[in-house]
């Protein structure tokens, strides 16, 4: 019997090579990690509706945020380390602070956001958030936690929205108001002990904003004026807690919010101010303006997720260039974007 070796190792070669690229294939299917984001803060933080807004337009990406806070209503980070037992509105997944930052917790923070706010010094606060995040990194799992500085808003009873943000001549020593200088001299500080601080720019984003609405009143669609920013003298409107959610997006991945879609259902009734389409479109854009400005950190994994990326991708593009050269009809997979089947979050 005489056997054709040429075409036996043709045919060996072809089902090892697609043997791989399935295995490529299954895996990038299956991949589904998540964002596990926790927050400190008061109602601000609550506004941010990371656990509805947030996780939804992040539900597209292969990692998707999962998001749990601590509340304590009309506190800054110092009252909320003097009685870390109270809070006003109940966890989601994780446990109040004392839980989920206990050392022994079994889950491991991808990100944790901390929202700094009246009730002391600027210096008091970044003493707080350093407490804190001390608790954070005790727990071995969140040795390399991202920290985030969540930035809001002042009242409107405090005066005109850009007088207030654009204010100068703080210090350290200043009575802490969210305000353009009071960040940064935050982060300066924080940055010291913290060199990964990162921020999230809301109030930046809405000064921004700010500024074209007191060029043209109609360079924002659904915006009149700042006051579209609240629903009352403090608290974010629909309008605002969109924004909030795009510029957390945005920080976080580190990408460009522009495409997310602009069909929003999750306005609430007696929020105040809803974007359009078109403004929620026009957010995106101003928002990712306004992010790349700050230095995103990523990471101390991501240097080794993106050379794997990098090794995976060539692999992938040789295994393609073989199959077609086997006349075969098998396409490449995306190896380095989205999972083809999104999380599903519970």
């Known amino acids: ?73 009309g506190s800054s ?75 809001t808003w002042a009242t409107q009873s405090d005066g005109p929205f850009l007088s ?17 200088q009071s960040y940064q001299l935050f982060m300066n500080e924080l940055r010291l002990t913290v060199p990964s601080a ?38 974010a409107s629909n309008a605002t807690s969109y924004i909030a959610g795009v510029t957390a997006f945005a920080t976080i991945y580190n990408k460009s919010p522009v495409g997310l879609g602009t069909s929003w259902v999750y306005d609430l009734n007696g929020y105040g101010t809803s974007l359009s389409p078109e403004g929620r479109a026009a957010v995106q854009s101003i928002t990712w303006e306004v992010t790349q400005g700050f230095t995103a950190v990523p990471e101390p994994t991501s240097i080794a997720l993106l050379a794997t990326v990098i090794v995976i991708s060539g692999l992938g593009q040789f295994f393609l260039r073989t199959s077609q050269r086997l006349k075969t009809h098998a396409k490449s997979p995306d190896l380095v974007g989205h999972s083809k089947v999104p999380c599903q979050i519970t």
Request: charged share 15%.
């Open 1 to 73: 019997m005489k056997i054709n070796i040429q075409w036996m190792s043709f045919s060996t070669n072809k089902v090892f090579l697609l043997s791989i690229c399935l295995l490529f294939w299954n895996a990038v299917q299956a991949r589904c990690d998540f964002v596990n984001l926790y927050s400190v803060g008061n109602s601000l933080t609550v506004d941010l509706r990371a656990n509805s807004g947030l996780e939804v337009l992040s539900s597209g990406q292969s990692n998707p945020v999962l998001h749990d806070y601590h509340v304590k209503c």
């Open 77 to 151: 980070l110092t009252g909320i380390l003097a009685t870390p037992e109270t809070f006003c509105v109940p966890s989601l997944r994780w446990g109040q602070l004392n839980q989920a930052f206990a050392t022994n917790a079994p889950t491991r923070f991808n990100a944790v956001t901390l929202q700094p706010f009246y009730g002391n010094t600027i210096r008091g606060e970044v003493n707080a958030a350093n407490s804190l995040i001390g608790m954070i990194r005790a727990n071995p799992l969140n040795s390399d936690t991202r920290i985030m500085v969540y930035a």
């Open 164 to 180: 207030r943000w654009n204010q100068t001549g703080l210090t350290l020593d200043s009575p802490f108001v969210p305000s353009a």
């Open 198 to 235: 990162e921020i999230i720019p809301v109030g930046h984003v809405m000064a921004e904003i700010a500024q074209r609405l007191a060029v043209n009143p109609n360079a924002i669609p659904g915006f009149g004026s700042t006051s579209d920013f609240y629903r009352d003298d403090i608290h």
